[in-house]
């Protein structure tokens, strides 16, 4: 099943931080696109904001810090997120590390989380997130495939 716009549609309000249009758009969604669909789509785009913001060589130390500062900015992601999981997942999209011994909603909720952190720390404009959301399902697509 390839990704569809109404798959993307609940992302992009993600990002752009209009979370009950996200809960709504995400309500709507066929339950058969939420599994694997839009659950893929997000990881996809979280694999993609890592990427972006993270070099292959990426110390642990820059991970931290980053997990950090986004804990910092938002007492929400703070209690709702485990650090030392947190870090994980990001090395984990970085150097492939398994990360078999994690819940895997635990992990896609920290994808979630984090990958909404980093885009949103990069200002995009309309046309960014266009892109983003572009290579975002040209990724999920292929691991849909």
Wanted: proline content about 6%; aromatic content about 6%.
């Amino acid at each position: 099943m390839p990704v569809t716009d109404e798959m993307v549609a609940p992302l992009r309000a993600l990002l752009t931080r209009r979370y009950e249009e996200h809960d709504r758009l995400f309500g709507i969604l066929d339950p058969k696109a939420k599994n694997p669909g839009y659950r893929v789509l997000v990881s996809a785009a979280f694999v993609v904001a890592v990427e972006r913001r993270f070099s292959p060589d990426v110390k642990p130390e820059e991970v931290i810090e980053f997990v950090a500062d986004a804990r910092s900015r938002s007492p929400h992601f703070a209690d709702r997120m485990d650090p030392v999981i947190a870090e994980r997942v990001v090395l984990a999209a970085v150097t492939g590390q398994s990360l078999d011994d994690i819940d895997p909603r635990t992990s896609w909720e920290a994808q979630s989380v984090l990958m909404s952190a980093i885009v949103g720390s990069e200002g995009l404009d309309d046309a960014g997130l266009n892109a983003f959301l572009a290579e975002a399902r040209k990724l999920a697509d292929e691991w849909l495939a």
